[in-house]
T-cell receptor, first 114, second 112 residues
């Protein structure tokens, strides 16, 4: 079955630390890849997406992600986190034949200490 | 565009009562999704529609749950009868083709 794995359940960092959140997906041919963020008490919002082209994708708020096809990975990075980045982060994948459905990972909660 | 609209934003009801959650997708979007989010189970896809037709309802927990999409601008998720374990935040999302999904603000349901 198609699946998305996020390696870390909860990450705690101090402000200015660098961030990398892992995401791996199961093989399934052509994929579109997404990272969503959910701030406390809010709904999911798109951070960035990859459909094709340059595998290094830049999103909002200084986030970026790199698609490594050989590793089936789409890790999220930020060089220097801020307290306001405290949120839950979800990786999601749509497969070529999925008719629009997204498969979400279970999410990684990020806590940034001021 | 107003984005995905959900109502009500909060619902408190007693066990056994019928609950109806409503969603208006973004105009022009042909996919609509219903999700449930809890601390224990995370984000779960319940059902999704394409052009108003249910495509996959395998995530619907049991027969107490039903969803309809009578037209392109409106969908409902109904729970009858409701139980305390149904307490969760229910999100509606819409998308165009296989692009990113846009989420509504959610309905926080509490069943006492």
């Amino acid at each position: 079955a198609q699946s998305v794995s996020q390696h870390n359940h909860h990450v705690i960092l101090s402000e200015a630390a660098s961030l990398e959140l892992g995401c791996n997906y199961s093989y399934g041919g052509t994929v579109n890849l997404f990272w969503y963020v959910q701030y406390p008490g809010q709904h999911l919002q798109l951070l960035l997406k990859y459909f094709s082209g340059d595998p290094l994708v830049k999103g909002i708020k200084g986030f970026e992600a790199e698609f490594i096809k050989s590793k089936f990975s789409f890790n999220l990075r930020k060089p220097s986190v801020q307290w306001s980045d405290t949120a839950e982060y979800f990786c999601a994948v749509s497969y070529g034949g999925s008719q629009g459905n997204l498969i979400f990972g279970k999410g990684t909660k990020l806590s940034v200490k001021p | 565009d107003a984005g995905v609209i959900q109502s009500p934003r909060h619902e408190v009801t007693e066990m056994g009562q019928e609950v109806t959650l409503r969603c208006k997708p973004i105009s022009g979007h042909d996919y609509l999704f219903w999700y449930r989010q809890t601390m224990m189970r995370g984000l779960e896809l319940l059902i999704y529609f394409n052009n108003n037709v249910p495509i996959d309802d395998s995530g619907m927990p049991e027969d107490r749950f039903s969803a309809k999409m009578p037209n392109a601008s409106f969908s409902t998720l109904k729970i009858q009868p409701s139980e305390p374990r149904d307490s969760a935040v229910y999100f509606c999302a819409s998308s165009r083709l296989a692009n990113e999904q846009f989420f509504g603000p959610g309905t926080r349901l509490t069943v006492l």
